[in-house]
C-alpha cells in the first residue's frame, strides 16, 4: 500500500507506489542535464561564464566523450535540435558519417557476410561528431573554443573518478574489444577496466582536444588527426581512408513534426529513425489512454501494437535520403495513421506485422540538453553505436572509432543496402516539443532501437497520464524487440517484449492470455534527459533519470 510523507507547505509525495521518483530540478538563468555528472556542472560553469546554450553544450559534449566512452567521444555521430530564441528558429543538425568509398557490397558478398559485423573494422563509417561541433559553433557560439574544450583537457590530463553505471557498462564492452589494435592501452589501465570511483585519465585524448583547439575542425578531417585514422585502419584491414575524412561534411536540415493533442512534436528526417515517434503518436492518439491509465493492459497492449506497425515501416523505408526516397509526408501523416491503427486487434497480440504502402537492436549513447538565460535551447545526441563502437582505436588518439556502419542492410534492393559513401540507418534521435508556437520541452532518449518507444513513452506519460518531466522518465517501462536485424526482415512470432517491475503481474498475465510473449529476463530501459520551459513564471525545470549516472542542474 502506498504511504504518503509530508512535505513543505503541506506538499505530500507518495512513496510506494509502482515507481519512485523525486523532485524536478527549477532554475532561472539556466539549466543542463546531461548524462554524467560532471558534464552537467561543465555545462553550467560555460553558461555561468558568458557562454549559450550551444557553448555549453559542445562541452559537455567533449567531457562526455572521456568520461563515458561507453556511450559517445568524438570517433561516433551526432545529430542536434537547437531552438534560436533570437530568431524564433527550430533547427536540426545531421553529423553523421558516410560508409568508406573503397569498401562495397561485393566484398561483404565474397566474405559470405549475411550482415556487417558489429565489432572490427568493417563496422567503421567516418566520424560526424567534431564537424557537428564547428556546425554548432560557427553558427550559434559565444566563446571561442579554447575555452569551450579546456574542462575536458583538463579531466582528460588530471583524471576523474569513474562513476558507478558507466564502469559497469565500461566491463562489459571490454572484453569482446580488447583484442582490437589500441582499445587495451587506451581503456584498460593495468589491463582492466576502471572500477566504480577509480581515477582515469586519458592523455592522449587530452592532446587530440588541443590538436582540434589549435587547427579546428580541418585538423580532424584533413590534417595530422585524419592522417593517424588513414594509416590506423589500412594497417588493419579497415577501408576508411584521408579521403573520406576530407570529404565528410554535416548537413543543416529541417525537423519535421506531427501534432499529439495539441503539442508539436520535432524529430529529425531520415538517415535517422525520429519519424518512428511521430508515427507511434500518431496511431495512439485515436485511443482514450487516459481512461485506459497508466500500466494497464489495455494501455500496454495498445501502445506495443502501434510500435510493432510502425517499425516494419521503419524496417522498410528509412535510410539515407540521398540514396534513398523516404515517403516521409505520408509516413507522418494523420490519414496514414488512421489506416493503419484499424490494423490493432484490440483482444489479440499480432504475430506478424507488413509495412504499410507509402508511395540493431543493441546500442548505447550520450544525449543531453542545455538551455541558456536568453531562452535558447539545445537538443544535443551523440553516440559511437554498441557501447565503445568498433573496438578499433587509433593508438595515439584517445578514442575509439564507432560501429555505426553495423546497422547497413547487405540485403541487394533495400532502402538501407550498404553503398559506398552512404550514410547508414541511425538510431539516434534528439527531440523537442512546441506548444501554442512557444518552446516547450527539449528531451531526448539513449538506447539504441528503444529511443521512438521512450520518446512516445515519455510523452503519454506526460500528455496522457498527468506526470511531471522527472517522473515521466522514472515511470515504468517497456520495450518491445522484433528481429535481431530490423533493416533487414520483419517481426516474427510476435517479438518479445520486456517490462520493468513496475507493471504489476496481473497486467503481464493478462497480456500473455492475449498473446504477448513476455520476457522473464531484463533487459536495457534506455535513458532520459529533458529540459522543460514554463512560459508563465519563465523558468526552466530539469529532469535527468535513475537508470543512468546522469544529472540535471541548474543556477
Keep these: 500500500m502506498s504511504k504518503v510523507l509530508a512535505g513543505v507547505h503541506g506538499y505530500e509525495r507518495q512513496t510506494g507506489a509502482a515507481f519512485a521518483t523525486r523532485s524536478e530540478v527549477i532554475a532561472k538563468h539556466g539549466m543542463a542535464a546531461t548524462s554524467q555528472p560532471l558534464a552537467t556542472q561543465v555545462a553550467l560553469d560555460i553558461l555561468k561564464t558568458g557562454g549559450n546554450a550551444i557553448d555549453a553544450a559542445i562541452a559537455a559534449n567533449a567531457v562526455l566523450g572521456l568520461v563515458e566512452p561507453t556511450g559517445g567521444g568524438v570517433g561516433g555521430d551526432l545529430f542536434a535540435i537547437v531552438w534560436d530564441a533570437g530568431k524564433k528558429e527550430l533547427t536540426g543538425l545531421n553529423a553523421s558519417g558516410r560508409s568508406p568509398k573503397l569498401l562495397t557490397l561485393e566484398h561483404f558478398q565474397q566474405q559470405r557476410l549475411s550482415q556487417v559485423p558489429e565489432l572490427g573494422p568493417l563496422s567503421v563509417s567516418v566520424p560526424g561528431a567534431v564537424d557537428g561541433w564547428y556546425k554548432l559553433h560557427g553558427r550559434y557560439g559565444s566563446l571561442p573554443m579554447t575555452d569551450i574544450l579546456a574542462s575536458a583537457i583538463a579531466y582528460a590530463d588530471e583524471g576523474?573518478?569513474?562513476?558507478?553505471?558507466?564502469?559497469?557498462?565500461?566491463?562489459?564492452?571490454?572484453?569482446?574489444?580488447?583484442?582490437?589494435?589500441?582499445?587495451?592501452?587506451?581503456?584498460?589501465?593495468?589491463g582492466k577496466p576502471p572500477a566504480k570511483g577509480q581515477l582515469f585519465s586519458n592523455r592522449r585524448l587530452a592532446n587530440t582536444y588541443r590538436k582540434i583547439v589549435a587547427g579546428g575542425r580541418d585538423e580532424f578531417y584533413r590534417g595530422e588527426i585524419a592522417r593517424q585514422i588513414d594509416s590506423y585502419m589500412t594497417e588493419n584491414g579497415g577501408f576508411l581512408r584521408y579521403e573520406d575524412l576530407a570529404e565528410h561534411t554535416s548537413e543543416w536540415v529541417t525537423p519535421v513534426s506531427s501534432n499529439y493533442r495539441g503539442y508539436d512534436v520535432f524529430e529529425l528526417p531520415p538517415n535517422t529513425q525520429g519519424i518512428a515517434a511521430l508515427q507511434i503518436l500518431n496511431i495512439l492518439e485515436g485511443f482514450d489512454l487516459t481512461a485506459m491509465g497508466f500500466g494497464s493492459t489495455e494501455y500496454v497492449h495498445t501502445f506495443v501494437e502501434a510500435k510493432k506497425i510502425v517499425y516494419e515501416d521503419r524496417a522498410k523505408y528509412y535510410a539515407d535520403m540521398d540514396f534513398a526516397q523516404v515517403p516521409i509526408e505520408t509516413l507522418i501523416s494523420k490519414k496514414y495513421a488512421a489506416e493503419r491503427r484499424r490494423l490493432i486487434d484490440p483482444e489479440k497480440a499480432a504475430l506478424v506485422c507488413a509495412a504499410g504502402d507509402a508511395a540493431i537492436e543493441n546500442g548505447d549513447t550520450i544525449y543531453m540538453t542545455v538551455a541558456d538565460k536568453h531562452g535558447n535551447m539545445i537538443s544535443l545526441i551523440q553516440s559511437n553505436f554498441a557501447g565503445m563502437g568498433s573496438g578499433m582505436t587509433p593508438g595515439e588518439l584517445g578514442f575509439g572509432l564507432q560501429n555505426r556502419g553495423a546497422l547497413f542492410s547487405l540485403q541487394e534492393g533495400h532502402a538501407n543496402v550498404f553503398e559506398p559513401g552512404k550514410r547508414p540507418f541511425h538510431t539516434i534521435i534528439p527531440a523537442f516539443v512546441m506548444k501554442d508556437g512557444q518552446p516547450w520541452m527539449s528531451f531526448g532518449f539513449m538506447g539504441g532501437s528503444i529511443q521512438p518507444q521512450g520518446h512516445a513513452q515519455?510523452?503519454?506519460?506526460?500528455?496522457?497520464?498527468?506526470?511531471?518531466?522527472?517522473?515521466?522518465?522514472?515511470?515504468?517501462?517497456?520495450?518491445?524487440?522484433?528481429?535481431?536485424?530490423?533493416?533487414?526482415?520483419?517481426?516474427?512470432?510476435?517479438?518479445?517484449?520486456?517490462?520493468?517491475?513496475?507493471?504489476?503481474?496481473?497486467?503481464?498475465?493478462?497480456?500473455?492470455?492475449?498473446?504477448?510473449?513476455?520476457?522473464?529476463?531484463?533487459?536495457?530501459?534506455?535513458?532520459?534527459?529533458?529540459i522543460k520551459w514554463d512560459k508563465n513564471q519563465r523558468v526552466y525545470y530539469g529532469a535527468s533519470e535513475s537508470r543512468k549516472d546522469g544529472q540535471a542542474a541548474g543556477y
Design 160 to 190: 576523474f573518478p569513474v562513476s558507478e553505471v558507466i564502469a559497469s557498462e565500461w566491463a562489459a564492452n571490454a572484453e569482446s574489444r580488447r583484442d582490437f589494435p589500441g582499445f587495451e592501452a587506451t581503456f584498460l589501465p593495468h
Design 458 to 530: 515519455i510523452l503519454v506519460n506526460m500528455i496522457d497520464f498527468g506526470m511531471n518531466l522527472q517522473e515521466a522518465g522514472d515511470a515504468a517501462r517497456m520495450r518491445h524487440t522484433g528481429s535481431s536485424q530490423p533493416t533487414d526482415q520483419v517481426m516474427e512470432d510476435g517479438g518479445v517484449l520486456y517490462m520493468e517491475s513496475g507493471i504489476g503481474e496481473e497486467t503481464r498475465d493478462r497480456l500473455r492470455s492475449l498473446g504477448h510473449n513476455i520476457a522473464t529476463q531484463s533487459t536495457s530501459y534506455g535513458g532520459y534527459q529533458a
